[in-house]
């Protein structure tokens, strides 16, 4: 009898652990929970800037919230050689477009990588898009906006300031 409550405890002691790691889809972190968030909301933009490419590469988020035009500015610490330039753009395109379509009032977005600034802004992103980014609700959808326009043959040097 106590051999088989050893292995019972033992079995619903796993079964506890596993299931208590893992997440059901409905809690899994979604960036798009934070949709409509404000630019002053320095948790939003922390949590949804860390989601994104290069997110572990952050060194310091900033925000421009006195007066507008609103920005958020990235400061992200060295990175491995071997990243482009052609990447450093793509992830800056990348970033920018969640921000736009998360928060309501960015009006620009720095990028700060060790070896070069890039800004973008909201009205020339959305141009470059032929679309207004707040209206995607789902995380999917902007992907494929994303993939779409960067294997495109347009310009993306037109995207920055």
Same mark, same amino acid.
């Given at each position: 009898?106590?051999?088989?409550?050893?292995?019972?405890? *033992?079995?619903?002691?796993?079964?506890?652990?596993?299931? %208590?790691?893992?997440?059901?889809?409905?809690?899994?972190?979604?960036?798009?929970?934070?949709?409509? /968030? &404000?630019? %002053? @909301? =320095? /948790?939003?933009?922390? @949590?949804? *800037? $860390?989601?994104? !490419?290069? %997110?572990?590469?952050?060194?310091?988020?900033?925000?421009? *919230?006195?007066? !507008?035009? &609103?920005?958020?500015?990235?400061? #992200? !610490?060295?990175?491995?050689?071997?990243?482009?330039?052609?990447?450093?753009?793509?992830?800056?395109?990348?970033?920018?477009?969640?921000?736009?379509?998360?928060? !309501? @009032?960015?009006?620009?977005?720095?990028?700060?990588?060790? =070896?070069?600034?890039? *800004?973008?802004?909201?009205?020339?992103?959305?141009?470059? #898009?032929?679309?207004?980014?707040?209206? &995607? $609700?789902?995380?999917?959808?902007?992907?494929?906006?994303? $993939? $779409?326009?960067?294997?495109?043959?347009?310009?993306?040097?037109?995207?920055? /300031?």
């Amino acid at each position: 009898m106590k051999k088989l409550s050893v292995y019972v405890l *033992t079995f619903v002691s796993v079964i506890l652990f596993v299931s %208590g790691c893992s997440q059901s889809e409905t809690e899994k972190s979604t960036v798009f929970k934070y949709k409509d /968030s &404000y630019v %002053g @909301n =320095n /948790s939003a933009v922390i @949590n949804i *800037t $860390k989601q994104l !490419k290069h %997110g572990k590469e952050l060194k310091e988020i900033s925000l421009q *919230t006195q007066k !507008k035009p &609103y920005g958020v500015t990235l400061d #992200y !610490k060295k990175m491995s050689e071997n990243v482009t330039e052609k990447e450093l753009k793509d992830t800056a395109i990348s970033n920018a477009t969640f921000l736009f379509a998360l928060i !309501k @009032n960015v009006d620009t977005v720095t990028f700060k990588f060790p =070896n070069q600034d890039l *800004t973008v802004s909201r009205a020339k992103l959305e141009d470059w #898009y032929d679309v207004t980014l707040g209206d &995607y $609700k789902k995380e999917e959808e902007l992907r494929k906006l994303i $993939k $779409k326009q960067l294997k495109s043959d347009q310009e993306m040097d037109a995207v920055f /300031s």
